[in-house]
């Protein structure tokens, strides 16, 4: 597996935007699934995006038309652009991948926080 790291989180007004970066350390190419997930202390875990090596998508239904998942395979990198965020959003987000469709999730990294408040 290889390791991902989360960045690009940060404190914004609600209704406004950003873009959380996830880097691998190796190859994501024949990763099956890449997702972001979110926690709220006190709350468990939730799935936010996943997106698969052929290229769908999927989104929590909170989420839907404000957030965007994607991956670059050349650069090794997944992206989470959130948009129209409110303050309900707030949580360490993190990243995971799944390597085969049977597979569980990997270990959970750092995350990177994100704060939406006025």
């Known amino acids: 597996q290889v390791q991902l790291v989360e960045s690009g989180g940060g404190l914004v007004q609600p209704g406004g935007s950003l873009r959380l970066s996830c880097t691998a350390s190796g190859s994501i190419f024949s990763i099956y699934a890449l997702a972001w997930y979110r926690q709220v202390p006190g709350k468990q875990r939730e799935l936010v995006a996943i997106v698969t090596s052929g290229g769908t998508t999927n989104y929590a239904n909170s989420v839907k038309g404000r957030f965007t998942i994607s991956r670059d395979n050349a650069k090794s990198m997944v992206y989470l652009q959130m948009n129209s965020l409110r303050p309900e959003d707030t949580a360490v987000y993190y990243c995971?991948?799944?390597?085969?469709?049977?597979?569980?999730?990997?270990?959970w990294g750092q995350g990177t926080q994100v704060t939406v408040s006025s």
């Open positions: 995971n991948q799944r390597n085969k469709p049977t597979s569980g999730w990997g270990p």
